[in-house]
Nanobody, 124 residues
Framework: QVQVVESGGGSVQTGGSLRLSCAAS????????MAWFRQVPGNEREFVAG????????YYHDSVKGRFTVSKDSAKDTAYLQMNSLKPEDTATYYC?????????????????WGQGTQVIVSS
């Protein structure tokens, strides 16, 4: 059974930084993709950033380009999201999704496995 575990959320002030981690376990993946989504109550889950753990291709939503960086440690089946210059509108629960076809898609239904989410709060 595949498990996806996020960590690293917290509460910061505007302009602060946080680093999220997403670790997958329970199955050997040849190549796969991980992506970060975020969601606030009443809204749909929104794509934030994604990475192919094999080739390392990186993708970002326009709203986080230049502020967020997604990276990987393929040996650990882990992806990271470094979030700098945080803004109050970044406040959300952040979820990590795993796509075993190594495809980064902006649609949540493209991911077979999800973590439990980690909360990020940015205060002004």
């Amino acid at each position: 059974q595949v498990q996806v575990v996020e960590s690293g959320g917290g509460s910061v002030q505007t302009g602060g930084s946080l680093r999220l981690s997403c670790a997958a376990s329970g199955r050997t993946f040849e190549t796969f993709a991980m992506a970060w989504f975020r969601q606030v109550p009443g809204n749909e889950r929104e794509f934030v950033a994604g990475i192919n753990l094999g080739a390392g291709g990186r993708y970002y939503h326009d709203s986080v380009k230049g502020r967020f960086t997604v990276s990987k440690d393929s040996a650990k089946d882990t992806a990271y999201l470094q979030m700098n210059s945080l803004k109050p509108e970044d406040t959300a629960t952040y979820y990590c999704g795993v796509n075993t076809e190594n495809l980064v898609t902006h649609q949540p239904f493209g991911y077979e496995y999800w973590g439990q989410g980690t909360q990020v709060i940015v205060s002004s």
